[in-house]
């Protein structure tokens, strides 16, 4: 059973294709599920997702540890 892309077929017929080739080229893409969906993302989006939960991580540690100390 074929599924329609609306907001594709309003595209020019040239971008288009290069957004199937994008979503074609799954070894460049990777799965992340938000509230049960699951979204396939370029693999650099998912680096900055963890470099940034990586950050948030490292200054929770900080705060948590400046309020004990006091």
Do not use: C, F
């Amino acid at each position: 059973m074929s599924v329609s892309i609306e907001w594709l077929a309003t595209l020019p017929k040239e971008e288009q294709e290069r957004v199937l080739r994008s979503l074609s080229n799954a070894t460049e893409l990777s799965p992340i599920e938000v509230d049960g969906v699951v979204y396939h993302i370029p693999n650099a989006v998912v680096g900055l997702i963890d470099s940034l939960w990586a950050q948030l991580q490292e200054r929770t540690k900080k705060i948590t540890s400046a309020i004990e100390k006091d």
